[in-house]
């Protein structure tokens, strides 16, 4: 289907669950939790091989990451629950290799940490040191619940604490210096964490933020998504605020977006990149790309994301002379 045509299929949809019930939650949409106890029937099952069930493992190897050293190290939250989380240590290749840095990586709401796992050996292949945090009711997290936007910041909020322990656990330098990548809904987290030092001093942040596609709001998301303006506060019970919370950001920032973005347009990406305080910014709009997370094989439908329009070599340098110069 046509992403236009299908885009303003889901508006018109949209609408009609607004003016036939008040029961439609946004919040179904922002976090969208695919846990390892569903099963799954669509294609995208095999292709992604995003449908690792509870007791097996993920499939590391097929996207160039190293199963023998890939660590699981699960965030222990408030309520007693456990949120997934894998750490790999660097290699011996890639620009950033020995420069004892860890990329902290969030991912989109389509599906659990293993629909991502490409996402993730893009990040690897840097040569730092990548912790990908899963959600709770995501992948082989131990709640199967949703989480309200209190418990998921908290929940972010604790990851990132938790990151200097699983260096330690590794050999590694507690203090070294730690980027954050939130990839679309997961920039919710990545600025969650990102900002946890405004609130305590104790916390240290991080050398530098990347953002894409991020969304101001879950108000101007449902203002420009739906094309009726109804208060945010009808649709979701939750702000899912970015925009507030970068105004008062000031560290190196860098935020990519697909000028094709049909889903998080690159309108209301500017308008995130407007409001960051940091006067170390960069905003590289990617003609061509789109939303989603796509596989560079010909089998994938889904159109060509920002890695895919920019190539993994050129995305992989945008990164690395990002970090490079940053987190030294």
Avoid at 53 to 60: G, I, L, Q, T
Avoid at 85 to 96: I, N, V
Avoid at 222 to 234: A, C, E, L, Q, R
Wanted: hydrophobic content about 40%.
């Amino acid at each position: 289907m046509n992403r236009a045509f299908s885009f303003v299929v889901t508006a018109l949809a949209l609408s009609s669950s607004l003016l036939s019930s008040a029961c439609f939650d946004l919040d179904s949409f922002v976090m969208n939790p695919t846990h390892c106890s569903v099963g799954y029937t669509d294609d995208q099952c095999t292709l992604k091989k995003m449908c690792t069930p509870c007791d097996e493992a993920y499939p590391f190897a097929d996207f160039g990451l190293p199963a023998d050293t890939a660590t699981r190290h699960p965030i222990e939250l408030a309520d007693g629950e456990r949120n997934d989380a894998w750490f790999f240590p660097a290699g011996a290749d890639g620009p950033l290799s020995g420069t004892d840095v860890t990329i902290v990586f969030s991912h989109g709401n389509f599906g659990s940490l293993e629909h991502y796992l490409n996402r993730v050996g893009l990040l690897w292949a840097t040569g730092a040191n990548v912790f990908a945090v899963d959600y709770r009711g995501f992948g082989q997290s131990s709640s199967t619940a949703e989480a309200t936007e209190a418990e998921f910041m908290d929940d972010a909020r604790r990851a990132w604490a938790f990151v200097p322990d699983v260096l330690a656990a590794h050999g590694l330098d507690p203090a070294q210096p730690l980027a954050i990548y939130g990839y679309s809904a997961g920039a919710l987290s990545a600025v969650e964490m990102a900002v946890a030092e405004l609130s305590d001093p104790e916390v240290a942040g991080p050398c530098t933020l990347i953002l894409e596609a991020p969304w101001p709001s879950a108000q101007r998301f449902t203002d420009d998504s739906s094309f009726i303006g109804v208060p945010g506060s009808f649709v979701t019970t939750g702000a899912w605020d970015n925009i507030t919370k970068l105004q008062h950001y000031s560290r190196p920032y860098l935020q990519l977006h697909g000028v094709v973005d049909l889903t998080v347009r690159v309108e209301l990406g500017r308008e995130v990149f407007d409001v960051v305080e940091s006067p170390d910014k960069q905003l590289v709009e990617v003609a061509g790309a789109a939303h989603g997370n796509y596989l560079f094989v010909d089998e994938d439908t889904v159109e060509r994301d920002v890695p895919a329009v920019l190539g993994e070599a050129e995305y992989r340098d945008l990164l690395v002379r990002q970090i490079g110069n940053d987190c030294r």
